[in-house]
């Protein structure tokens, strides 16, 4: 769906997209579940892993955008791709989705607990935006990307994450109807409020804060220098803010990985994605430190550092 598309659809231009948030296309999963999307894209983290169905252990669904309520996606995608010895459960973070399912893996990983996890964020916000609200719909795309976990040798691997939330904030970006507060109901008005729902600029300020410190965070944590850093995959929610974010951490933009333009915001796929996409273009090289960090409704956000 391009900015044209959505020109026919609410009152906005090409141009305002591009310059208010670097967006140019979004992808939607016209024919395609939530599940199908992330049965594709761990079918291809399974295969770059050399790893079996059988040798999953865990398998960690982050989406706000389920097939269904009951049950989890975990187990949609654990039955359709075939995980017959893992757990599969989902994690509702948003945007912080697959960082959050990164500091899980880590931590099962450290305790010994299990060996293999995938991990994947996957998201069909295309049935969960309104297309008639311009502040919103120009922005959400869908898409799904995984990684497989499994515990390091030689000091590589994740070597620090970091994960905070503010409930307090929850209503800058939310969903009012359709949960068990306010249930969708015979007599429910479809008035938009089963949608997203987001103030923008609120968000944006926090975003840039928030993520600047969760970047900070776990850099301290590992005792690296901004300076060590080769690559930074951040949220793709909005060039202005990824670039203010570089600014704070006084990363050069040429150390950012960015495909917001081609994806939009892809919420708790969106980091995978772009993890993925520099790996195959060749962005990222053994012994390189990667930052990742995220922000999205909750309000929550976190960070990883890895050595690839
Ligand atoms: N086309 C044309 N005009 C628009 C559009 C649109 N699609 N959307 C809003 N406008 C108008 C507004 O109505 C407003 O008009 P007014 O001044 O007459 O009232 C004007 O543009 C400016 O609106 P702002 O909201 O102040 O624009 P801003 O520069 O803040 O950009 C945006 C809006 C892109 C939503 C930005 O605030 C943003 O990206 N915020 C972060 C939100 C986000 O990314 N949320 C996703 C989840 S959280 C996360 O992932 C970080």
Same mark, same amino acid.
């Given at each position: 769906m391009t900015n044209a598309d959505l020109e026919k659809l609410v009152d906005t231009t090409d141009e305002w997209i591009t310059t208010r948030t670097g967006i140019k296309e979004r992808r939607i999963a016209r024919d395609m579940a939530t599940s199908d999307m992330a049965v594709e894209a761990c079918k291809r983290a399974m295969e770059m892993a050399e790893t079996k169905g059988e040798e999953i252990d865990v398998l960690v669904a982050a989406t706000v955008t389920p097939d269904y309520k009951l049950p989890s996606l975990g187990c949609v995608i654990q039955e359709k791709l075939s995980l017959p010895n893992a757990v599969a459960f989902d994690v509702v973070s948003a945007c912080t989705g697959f960082i959050n399912g990164l500091t899980i893996a880590n931590a099962y990983i450290e305790t010994g607990s299990y060996k293999k996890i995938m991990v994947v964020g996957v998201e069909k916000l295309s049935t969960f935006v $309104?297309?008639?609200?311009r502040n919103t719909c120009i922005l959400f795309g869908d898409g799904a990307g995984a990684a497989i976990f499994a515990p390091s040798h030689n000091g590589r691997g994740v070597q620090s994450t970091f994960m905070k939330s503010d409930g307090s904030m929850r209503e800058m970006l939310w969903s009012k109807s359709g949960g068990a507060a306010f249930p969708v109901t015979e007599?429910? $008005?479809?008035?938009?409020?089963d949608k997203v729902m987001m103030n923008g600029s609120d968000l944006f300020k926090v975003a840039v804060k928030e993520m600047g410190n969760a970047a900070t965070e776990v850099m301290q944590k590992a005792g690296v220098d901004s300076s060590e850093i080769s690559i930074i995959i951040p949220h793709q929610a909005n060039i202005r803010i990824i670039e203010a974010l570089a600014k704070r951490l006084k990363l050069d933009m040429n150390k950012v990985f960015l495909n917001i333009e081609k994806y939009g915001n892809t919420s708790a796929a969106s980091v995978p994605l772009a993890l993925d996409e520099a790996n195959r273009q060749g962005r990222i090289n053994e012994g390189d430190y990667v930052l990742m960090v995220a922000f999205g409704g909750g309000l929550i956000w976190g960070s990883a550092l890895i050595k690839w």
């Open positions: $309104n297309y008639r609200d007599e429910f $008005n479809f008035d938009g409020t």
